[in-house]
């Protein structure tokens, strides 16, 4: 059944009959036969007219074996939806209590939902219902927060195939019929439409049970259009099938305080993608620069999306080359994730091949070499990489109107190679430089003396030590000065709370192989060693009990508030926070012997400013508040999200 061009000129009659038929195809028969975005217009269309008809309230799921019904002790109900990001802002302004309102962005995973209380498993069925297909648990691994295994514990998720799963196991199994799955999302519905489940046991087939609190990135509200297009990036580089993101509230209390319509939450939204793909051929890949890596971009003939032309699709790393066997001359298949992030989902080998892979750097001629999933240039003094990292180490240091063009030419013209070589800077030198007049060369000189006097931290930052910047230095330079941090041993920086062994290893690696770099800079710049106060102190925050979000989450919003998390009770912690007060774990027997402040995850997420402690001494220690934004990366997701040390900023 054909969807008309004109969808406002057709009978109501007939609109919901072709959604009814639609349906059936996709949630009782896995046979669609139109993609997501036409049905979600088909949708809209009904929206528009009758916002309560059944159609539009309807939560739906596949039809699976049941074994029974069961009724969810927590109703799983359906989200509303957005389709741009103009509509989740406008959501978040009528419900946000200040423009700050930390929310958290997580992946909307198409899939089958489901529950399991340590029992039984169930899918949503009505959201207040749902059937039991517990029958199906041998298939069923679990992925939460860290924990990957047999699903032996209580979660609520979405079951799925990864993609790479789909990609190594079911290439080699069959249905029922002996044909082969076409995607995950049928291959989901169809196992879990199965009476008997031995002929994919026997196959080794392999369903995922993802916890939706599994990946969750932090961002406040008024921050979010700026940081829009790097979630939908992230989002895209994960490998679960998925049909868009969530949004919600991070404060779990005033979410659930919103309450509930007939249909959905009002504290968290779906945000729907377009998923509208386009045909082209792949004709060049080009490799950009980042500090420690080199990073694929295709050039491909222009495809459009909704009015907009695109020519360059980034492809992540060259793990993603190989695994997708990409060539140039392929055919290619690129989606533009919510109408934002083009990206290469599918590719057929084109008549002519040529490799994309290379083997030595675009800008020294070194040899490349593979660390995990990047390329990465072994020239210390690779100008491409060194652009980046000087790009990085002016942001750090707050130079004005100094951007990456210009550095550039600085590298070109004056043979700039490290930071210290621009404090040796004269007028006479950026005059030689394209588009440098006298006012301009004069007010660079300022800026640069402006930022000659600067304190510790901003200048341990500005090194670029891998997982080093402000808040990580702040941490280390509150135990000794600067001075004494370039004598330390790797054991002293290990034994740091918040620091661990691979920012110990980084740390005493830079310093001793960039000795002569950092003592120009020294003598180049003045450092401000800033007098500790109450209120700087290293003061120790640790979290106990399962949580609502990643520990990841809370670890962040306690540093972003200038506290240090660690993960054991010590005589010198200042602050437990527990998840239930009640309980008897051994962290929270500790800490009352130990005489240690102890509050609830409620208290520290409602609070501005985290209620004062008590040491055992019995002295007050006064926690410092800073702006209260949440930073979340790449790096904080499980294993299947590579750790890299290039992470973009997600607000």
């Known amino acids: 059944m054909n969807i008309p061009e004109n969808l406002s000129s057709i009978p109501m009659s007939e609109l919901t009959e072709i959604i009814r038929y639609h349906n059936r195809l996709y949630w009782e ?114 992925e939460t927060i860290g924990y990957t295994g047999k699903l032996d514990r209580p979660a609520r998720g979405e079951i799925v195939i990864r993609e790479d799963d789909f990609k190594n196991l079911y290439s080699n199994i069959r249905r029922k019929d002996g044909g082969f799955y076409k995607n995950p999302r049928n291959a989901v519905a169809g196992i879990m439409g199965l009476k008997e489940i031995d002929l994919m046991i026997a196959q080794k087939a392999k369903l995922t049970l993802v916890d939706y609190s599994l990946i969750s990135y932090s961002c406040p509200l008024d921050h979010l259009p700026e940081k829009w297009e790097t979630f939908l990036d992230e989002l895209s580089r994960l490998p679960y099938p998925m049909d868009g993101a969530v949004i919600k509230f991070a404060d779990i209390r005033f979410r659930e305080s919103l309450g509930n319509t007939a249909h959905h939450p009002r504290g968290e939204i779906a945000y729907k993608y377009s998923n509208v793909r386009r045909e082209t051929l792949l004709l060049d890949v080009e490799w950009s620069f980042g500090k420690n890596n080199l990073t694929p971009v295709a050039i491909m003939e222009p495809v459009e999306f909704a009015g907009v032309t695109v020519k360059r699709a ?231 009990g399962k949580m609502p979000e990643k520990r990841s989450y809370y670890v962040n919003l306690a540093e972003s508030r200038g506290h240090i998390a660690v993960d054991s009770v010590t005589k010198d912690l200042a602050l437990l926070v527990a998840a239930d007060l009640n309980e008897n774990s051994s962290k929270l027997a500790k800490a009352r012997k130990l005489g240690i402040k102890i509050i609830s995850l409620d208290e520290f997420l409602n609070s501005a400013k985290t209620p004062e402690p008590v040491n055992t001494t019995g002295e007050q220690l006064e926690l410092f508040t800073v702006e209260e934004t949440v930073k979340s990366s790449a790096s904080d997701a499980p294993r299947h999200t590579a750790a890299e040390e290039e992470q973009p900023e997600l607000f």
């Open 314 to 544: 980034s492809l992540h790393n060259v793990q993603n080359i190989i695994d997708m066997d990409l060539h140039i001359g392929d055919h290619i298949t690129v989606e533009r994730a919510g109408d934002v992030i083009p990206y290469i989902v599918a590719s057929t080998p084109g008549t002519e091949r040529r490799s994309p892979l290379i083997n030595t750097c675009p800008a020294c001629d070194a040899v490349l070499e593979r660390k995990g999933p990047e390329l990465v240039c072994t020239n210390a003094a690779c100008p491409g990489t060194n652009l980046q990292r000087l790009s990085a180490a002016v942001k750090s240091l707050d130079v004005e109107n100094l951007g990456e063009s210009t550095l550039k030419k600085l590298i070109t013209v004056c043979n700039i190679r490290h930071l210290s070589d621009l404090f040796k800077l004269k007028a006479a030198d950026l005059l030689q430089i394209e588009g440098f007049a006298e006012k301009s060369a004069a007010n660079l000189l300022t800026e640069l003396q402006r930022v000659r006097t600067l304190p510790e931290y901003q200048f341990l930052a500005a090194l670029n030590i891998p997982n080093v910047g402000p808040n990580i230095a702040k941490i280390l330079l509150q135990t000794m000065d600067f001075n004494s941090l370039r004598q330390a041993s790797f054991d002293t920086f290990n034994n740091i709370p918040g620091i661990g062994p691979e920012r110990a290893k980084a740390i005493t690696g830079a310093f001793a192989e960039r000795k002569e770099e950092i003592d120009e800079l020294l003598d180049a710049l003045t450092l401000i060693r800033e007098e500790k106060s109450t209120s700087a102190n290293a003061v120790t925050v640790c979290f106990t």
């Open 29 to 142: 028969k896995g046979t669609p036969e139109i993609s997501d975005s036409d049905y979600d217009l088909l949708l809209e269309e009904l929206r528009r007219r009758a916002p309560e008809h059944p159609l539009v309230t309807a939560i739906h799921t596949p039809t699976v074996v049941s074994g029974g019904k069961v009724r969810h002790r927590t109703p799983m109900l359906s989200l509303d939806k957005a389709y741009s990001l103009e509509a989740i802002m406008t959501w978040g302004k009528k419900f946000a209590r200040t423009p700050d309102e930390i929310l958290l962005i997580q992946p909307k995973y198409d899939g089958i939902s489901a529950n399991f209380d340590g029992h039984t498993l169930a899918t949503r069925g009505d959201g207040e219902t749902g059937e039991d297909v517990s029958e199906k648990l041998p298939l069923i691994e679990l």
